[in-house]
């Protein structure tokens, strides 16, 4: 059985992020701790967020050039950030509107990867001598964005939370606010 470049694309992107529970219906969307549904964690944080981006993508028509050269483009139809309330906890008595800043900032630079996602996806090409070489080719493409994207964002994750102490470091969650902001104001 032969998945259309379609089916093929959506089945690799659902693979790795599945159905969200909160997506962004505005450009921003504060979290507050009703959304966080899930078990507190177990380790020494007293909260997690889980966020996600999901997409809906579609492979252009491929075409053939005067030379004999197929090409294929990627065509984004929309891509978005999302919180899963069921993964996303915080313990008992912990949830401080200090904390709650912290965990909405894991969701902002979720937000902003939404943008460089979109941005990166959007006008790939496959090229081949043949039609299904030109998809393949943009298969692969897709496939190793979204593997440079994926460190990229949890690389950027993971900084905030050893720069600000998850968010118990006051003076550098205030730095990160600023620059998360700032990349949010500038993508508009």
Same mark, same amino acid.
């Given at each position: ?11 690799v992107?659902a ?9 962004? !219906? ?26 996600r ?8 028509t ?7 050269q ?13 919180m899963?309330?069921?993964?996303s ?5 912990? /949830?401080?509107?200090h904390?709650?800043?912290h965990e909405?900032?894991?969701? !902002?630079?979720?937000?902003?990867w939404?943008?460089?996602?979109h941005?990166?996806?959007?006008g ?11 998809? /393949? ?12 994207? /994926? ?17 118990? /470091? ?19």
């Amino acid at each position: 059985m032969v998945l259309s470049p379609r089916v093929l694309v959506i089945a690799v992107l659902a693979a790795s992020h599945p159905a969200p529970e909160i997506d962004t !219906a505005a450009r921003y969307r504060n979290v507050d701790w009703g959304d966080f549904k899930g078990e507190a964690p177990a380790g020494p944080e007293d909260a997690y967020i889980t966020t996600r981006l999901s997409g809906d993508y579609q492979f252009g028509t491929a075409v053939k050039d005067d030379s004999g050269q197929w090409s294929v483009m990627l065509e984004v139809a929309r891509i978005r950030c999302v919180m899963d309330r069921t993964k996303s906890g915080v313990k008992l008595g912990k /949830n401080s509107e200090h904390l709650l800043l912290h965990e909405q900032y894991h969701f !902002a630079i979720t937000l902003y990867w939404e943008t460089e996602y979109h941005n990166v996806l959007t006008g790939l090409v496959g090229t081949g001598v043949a039609e299904t070489d030109a998809i /393949n080719d943009l298969t692969d493409k897709v496939k190793s964005a979204l593997r440079d994207l /994926n460190g990229k964002w949890k690389q950027m994750q993971d900084q905030y939370d050893i720069e600000t102490e998850h968010g118990a /470091n006051y003076s550098k969650q205030s730095e990160w606010c600023k620059v998360v902001d700032s990349i949010l104001a500038g993508q508009k």
